[in-house]
């Protein structure tokens, strides 16, 4: 059963798409906000997702921008009432994989999903990479100025999963659910320490970057290049 997320304010809309879907064979997953829907789409996994543009705090645009700079390739088909050529191109060209214009036909949906379905998973990543660093995912080494880093299997992991999200904030939740895969509030002392670690070694290194920012309240932030004189402690 392909899983879907739906992000879509319009209440009423929201909940009759979730129906539909559920009775064509979907498991939904709905979102009323831009903020949850981009939490959902970084925290879980999903076959496809259905986004609209128009949504109260981060809007459509905004998550496709931050989806596709952290490297998630989940097809999106985007639903606007914008039918200017010049919004579906912008859409198309920010990453979303198709474009349907409110108001649609539910039937339509459903086939444009199923096409997007039917192309398949994309082709895997074989490197990530954040200012000078690159990461090697399939041999699983990380490369800092053209010099490998030790890490352990745990700092590799924490560091890919902050390379994907490279210039956002992370939260302990976030690292405790997608790379401890255990809840975050039994982890906060592992989690912090194993940052520290990971901050310490990517200093060692050197380089013009990336470094870990520390986010108060929040959690980390892995930021592409140092500003000058800036400290994150």
Not at 59 to 81: E, F, K, S, Y
Not at 115 to 135: I, K, M
């Amino acid at each position: 059963m392909p899983r879907v997320l739906v992000v879509e304010d319009e209440r009423k809309l929201l909940g009759s798409l979730e129906r539909g879907l559920r009775a064509e064979g979907f498991d939904v997953i709905p979102a009323s906000t831009g903020d949850r829907g981009y939490e959902l789409a970084t925290t879980d996994r999903f076959d496809c997702m259905v986004l609209d543009l128009l949504l109260p705090g981060r809007d459509g645009m905004q998550i496709l921008q931050g989806l596709r700079a952290a490297g998630n390739t989940v097809p999106i088909l985007v639903l606007t009432a914008r039918d200017a050529i010049e919004d579906r191109v912008l859409g198309l060209e920010t990453g979303a994989d198709d474009y349907l214009v409110k108001p649609f036909a539910f039937a339509e949906l459903v086939a444009r999903l199923r096409a997007l379905l039917r192309r398949g998973p994309p082709e895997r990543e074989t490197r990530l990479r954040a200012g000078t660093l690159e990461l090697d995912l399939l041999g699983r080494r990380a490369v800092l100025d053209g010099a490998p880093i030790g890490l352990s299997n745990r700092e590799f992991e924490l560091l890919e999963f902050l390379v994907r999200h490279k210039n956002t904030a992370v939260t302990r939740a976030m690292l405790g659910q997608n790379v401890w895969k255990e809840p975050s509030y039994s982890l906060t002392n592992v989690i912090d320490v194993t940052v520290n670690s990971l901050r310490r070694k990517l200093e060692k290194a050197g380089g013009r970057g990336p470094y870990i920012q520390t986010i108060r309240g929040v959690g980390y932030s892995l930021q592409e290049t140092r500003a000058a004189n800036h400290s994150d402690r």
